[in-house]
Protein backbone atom coordinates (compact mmCIF):
# COMPACT_ATOMS: atom_id res chain seq x y z
CA UNK A 1 0.00 0.00 0.00
CA UNK A 2 0.86 3.87 0.20
CA UNK A 3 2.12 4.12 -3.95
CA UNK A 4 2.74 7.35 -5.53
CA UNK A 5 2.54 6.98 -9.20
CA UNK A 6 4.82 9.59 -10.63
CA UNK A 7 4.74 10.62 -14.87
CA UNK A 8 7.04 11.02 -16.94
CA UNK A 9 10.15 9.34 -15.77
CA UNK A 10 12.24 11.03 -18.08
CA UNK A 11 11.10 13.78 -20.61
CA UNK A 12 12.91 15.86 -23.19
CA UNK A 13 12.14 19.26 -24.04
CA UNK A 14 12.80 22.51 -26.11
CA UNK A 15 13.25 25.22 -24.97
CA UNK A 16 10.05 27.23 -24.46
CA UNK A 17 7.78 24.89 -24.23
CA UNK A 18 6.14 23.52 -21.03
CA UNK A 19 6.28 20.32 -19.18
CA UNK A 20 3.64 18.30 -16.63
CA UNK A 21 4.44 16.07 -14.58
CA UNK A 22 1.63 14.12 -12.80
CA UNK A 23 1.77 12.58 -9.23
CA UNK A 24 -1.12 10.17 -8.46
CA UNK A 25 -1.67 8.68 -5.29
CA UNK A 26 -2.90 4.99 -5.83
CA UNK A 27 -4.10 3.64 -2.87
CA UNK A 28 -4.72 6.49 -0.41
CA UNK A 29 -5.99 10.31 0.21
CA UNK A 30 -3.11 12.46 -0.54
CA UNK A 31 -4.42 16.24 1.37
CA UNK A 32 -0.77 17.58 1.05
CA UNK A 33 1.71 17.01 -1.96
CA UNK A 34 5.49 18.23 -1.67
CA UNK A 35 7.44 18.78 -4.68
CA UNK A 36 10.96 18.56 -4.96
CA UNK A 37 14.00 19.37 -7.14
CA UNK A 38 17.59 17.95 -7.10
CA UNK A 39 20.24 19.12 -9.76
CA UNK A 40 23.49 17.02 -10.18
CA UNK A 41 25.64 16.62 -6.98
CA UNK A 42 22.97 18.66 -4.60
CA UNK A 43 20.57 17.35 -2.45
CA UNK A 44 16.87 17.94 -3.12
CA UNK A 45 15.12 21.23 -2.19
CA UNK A 46 11.59 21.11 -1.77
CA UNK A 47 10.36 23.83 -4.21
CA UNK A 48 6.40 23.96 -3.00
CA UNK A 49 3.71 22.17 -0.79
CA UNK A 50 0.11 21.75 -1.95
CA UNK A 51 -3.43 21.55 -0.33
CA UNK A 52 -5.64 20.21 -2.34
CA UNK A 53 -8.27 22.87 -2.92
CA UNK A 54 -5.92 25.49 -2.13
CA UNK A 55 -3.41 27.28 -3.77
CA UNK A 56 0.57 26.05 -3.66
CA UNK A 57 3.21 27.22 -0.78
CA UNK A 58 6.45 28.22 -2.91
CA UNK A 59 9.69 28.15 -1.08
CA UNK A 60 11.57 31.38 -1.45
CA UNK A 61 13.51 31.50 -4.60
CA UNK A 62 11.01 29.27 -6.59
CA UNK A 63 8.45 31.38 -9.56
CA UNK A 64 5.50 30.64 -8.92
CA UNK A 65 4.14 31.53 -12.30
CA UNK A 66 6.76 29.49 -13.94
CA UNK A 67 6.05 26.10 -11.22
CA UNK A 68 2.34 26.49 -11.90
CA UNK A 69 1.38 24.01 -9.27
CA UNK A 70 -2.75 21.99 -9.18
CA UNK A 71 -3.56 19.80 -6.85
CA UNK A 72 -7.32 19.94 -7.75
CA UNK A 73 -8.43 16.52 -6.14
CA UNK A 74 -7.17 13.77 -3.08
CA UNK A 75 -5.37 11.77 -5.52
CA UNK A 76 -3.80 14.19 -7.68
CA UNK A 77 -1.25 16.86 -8.11
CA UNK A 78 0.63 18.16 -11.35
CA UNK A 79 3.37 20.17 -11.90
CA UNK A 80 3.76 21.97 -15.03
CA UNK A 81 7.16 24.09 -15.71
CA UNK A 82 6.77 27.22 -18.04
CA UNK A 83 8.70 27.92 -20.73
CA UNK A 84 11.37 25.71 -19.88
CA UNK A 85 14.54 27.07 -20.21
CA UNK A 86 18.21 24.62 -19.77
CA UNK A 87 18.59 25.50 -16.58
CA UNK A 88 15.52 24.30 -15.34
CA UNK A 89 17.02 20.69 -16.43
CA UNK A 90 16.81 18.91 -13.18
CA UNK A 91 15.20 15.89 -11.45
CA UNK A 92 11.65 16.41 -9.54
CA UNK A 93 10.18 14.20 -7.31
CA UNK A 94 6.76 14.58 -5.45
CA UNK A 95 6.15 13.28 -1.72
CA UNK A 96 2.43 12.83 -0.69
CA UNK A 97 1.36 13.53 3.09
CA UNK A 98 -0.32 9.97 4.15
CA UNK A 99 -2.20 10.80 7.41
CA UNK A 100 -2.34 6.60 8.47
CA UNK A 101 1.52 6.75 7.85
CA UNK A 102 4.45 8.51 9.78
CA UNK A 103 6.48 9.03 6.86
CA UNK A 104 5.62 10.55 3.43
CA UNK A 105 5.13 8.66 0.45
CA UNK A 106 7.61 9.36 -2.72
CA UNK A 107 7.32 8.71 -6.33
CA UNK A 108 9.40 7.79 -8.72
CA UNK A 109 10.80 10.74 -9.78
CA UNK A 110 11.34 12.68 -13.31
CA UNK A 111 14.01 13.47 -15.06
CA UNK A 112 13.38 16.54 -17.32
CA UNK A 113 15.96 17.99 -19.94
CA UNK A 114 15.62 21.09 -21.65
CA UNK A 115 17.37 21.18 -24.86
CA UNK B 1 17.70 27.58 9.98
CA UNK B 2 18.16 24.07 9.27
CA UNK B 3 21.21 22.31 7.31
CA UNK B 4 21.58 18.95 7.38
CA UNK B 5 25.37 17.53 6.46
CA UNK B 6 26.76 14.37 5.48
CA UNK B 7 29.80 12.83 5.41
CA UNK B 8 31.63 11.36 3.61
CA UNK B 9 30.23 12.60 0.28
CA UNK B 10 31.97 9.43 -1.54
CA UNK B 11 32.79 5.85 -0.25
CA UNK B 12 34.28 3.10 -2.04
CA UNK B 13 35.03 -0.08 -0.04
CA UNK B 14 35.49 -4.01 -0.53
CA UNK B 15 32.42 -6.57 -0.43
CA UNK B 16 32.01 -7.53 3.17
CA UNK B 17 33.31 -4.25 4.56
CA UNK B 18 31.32 -2.96 7.46
CA UNK B 19 30.65 1.07 7.21
CA UNK B 20 29.02 3.80 8.87
CA UNK B 21 28.13 6.80 7.02
CA UNK B 22 27.48 10.14 9.11
CA UNK B 23 24.58 12.94 9.12
CA UNK B 24 24.74 15.90 11.33
CA UNK B 25 22.04 18.64 11.80
CA UNK B 26 22.17 21.82 12.91
CA UNK B 27 18.85 22.18 14.69
CA UNK B 28 17.78 19.65 17.41
CA UNK B 29 14.28 19.90 17.23
CA UNK B 30 13.66 17.79 14.78
CA UNK B 31 10.60 15.94 14.93
CA UNK B 32 11.69 12.91 13.01
CA UNK B 33 14.81 11.49 11.21
CA UNK B 34 15.25 9.08 7.47
CA UNK B 35 17.52 7.65 6.00
CA UNK B 36 16.69 7.23 2.09
CA UNK B 37 18.42 4.81 -0.51
CA UNK B 38 18.76 6.34 -4.27
CA UNK B 39 20.16 4.51 -7.32
CA UNK B 40 20.96 6.58 -9.85
CA UNK B 41 18.06 7.92 -11.95
CA UNK B 42 15.57 6.25 -9.48
CA UNK B 43 13.32 7.55 -6.82
CA UNK B 44 13.80 7.53 -3.06
CA UNK B 45 13.25 4.53 -1.51
CA UNK B 46 13.00 5.02 2.71
CA UNK B 47 15.24 2.50 4.71
CA UNK B 48 14.60 3.39 8.30
CA UNK B 49 12.83 6.28 10.24
CA UNK B 50 13.42 7.54 13.76
CA UNK B 51 11.28 9.09 15.59
CA UNK B 52 13.33 11.92 18.06
CA UNK B 53 12.64 10.09 21.04
CA UNK B 54 14.08 6.80 19.92
CA UNK B 55 17.90 6.47 19.78
CA UNK B 56 18.08 3.58 16.95
CA UNK B 57 16.43 1.31 14.80
CA UNK B 58 17.29 -1.67 12.96
CA UNK B 59 16.21 -3.39 9.57
CA UNK B 60 18.35 -6.52 8.50
CA UNK B 61 21.97 -5.93 7.92
CA UNK B 62 20.91 -1.94 8.88
CA UNK B 63 21.04 -0.11 11.89
CA UNK B 64 20.67 3.94 12.54
CA UNK B 65 21.10 5.84 15.14
CA UNK B 66 19.82 8.99 16.78
CA UNK B 67 21.40 11.39 19.27
CA UNK B 68 18.93 14.53 19.01
CA UNK B 69 21.11 16.51 21.00
CA UNK B 70 24.33 16.66 19.38
CA UNK B 71 22.53 16.74 15.82
CA UNK B 72 24.13 13.55 14.65
CA UNK B 73 22.95 10.37 13.45
CA UNK B 74 24.77 7.04 11.75
CA UNK B 75 23.79 4.39 9.25
CA UNK B 76 25.42 1.35 9.67
CA UNK B 77 25.91 -1.50 7.15
CA UNK B 78 27.19 -4.39 8.32
CA UNK B 79 28.54 -6.69 5.12
CA UNK B 80 27.96 -4.70 2.67
CA UNK B 81 27.41 -6.59 -0.69
CA UNK B 82 27.84 -5.02 -4.32
CA UNK B 83 24.01 -4.29 -4.50
CA UNK B 84 24.09 -1.74 -1.74
CA UNK B 85 26.27 0.68 -4.13
CA UNK B 86 23.68 3.66 -4.07
CA UNK B 87 23.41 7.33 -2.78
CA UNK B 88 22.41 7.43 0.92
CA UNK B 89 20.30 10.09 2.07
CA UNK B 90 19.78 11.65 5.25
CA UNK B 91 16.37 13.94 6.03
CA UNK B 92 14.61 15.57 9.03
CA UNK B 93 11.56 16.63 9.67
CA UNK B 94 11.18 19.64 11.82
CA UNK B 95 6.98 19.64 12.05
CA UNK B 96 4.42 17.04 12.63
CA UNK B 97 3.93 13.44 10.88
CA UNK B 98 3.72 14.10 7.34
CA UNK B 99 5.72 17.94 6.73
CA UNK B 100 8.30 17.94 4.59
CA UNK B 101 11.63 16.90 4.61
CA UNK B 102 15.31 18.88 4.85
CA UNK B 103 18.41 16.55 2.88
CA UNK B 104 21.77 16.11 2.84
CA UNK B 105 23.63 15.90 -0.56
CA UNK B 106 24.30 12.40 0.24
CA UNK B 107 26.99 9.90 0.31
CA UNK B 108 27.39 7.78 -2.71
CA UNK B 109 28.47 4.15 -1.43
CA UNK B 110 30.36 1.83 -4.04
CA UNK B 111 31.00 -1.80 -2.75
CA UNK B 112 33.48 -3.72 -5.23
CA UNK B 113 33.37 -7.30 -5.25
Known amino acids: GAVVSQHPSRVICKSGTSVKIECRSLDFQATTMFWYRQFPKQSLMLMATSNEGSKATYEQGVEKDKFLINHASLTLSTLTVTSAHPEDSSFYICSAKNRDRPSNTFGSGTRLTVV | ?113
Open chain 2, 1 to 113: KQEVTQIPAALSVPEGENLVLNCSFTDSAIYNLQWFRQDPGKGLTSLLLIQSSQREQTSGRLNASLDKSSGRSTLYIAASQPGDSATYLCAVSLGQAGTALIFGKGTTLSVSS
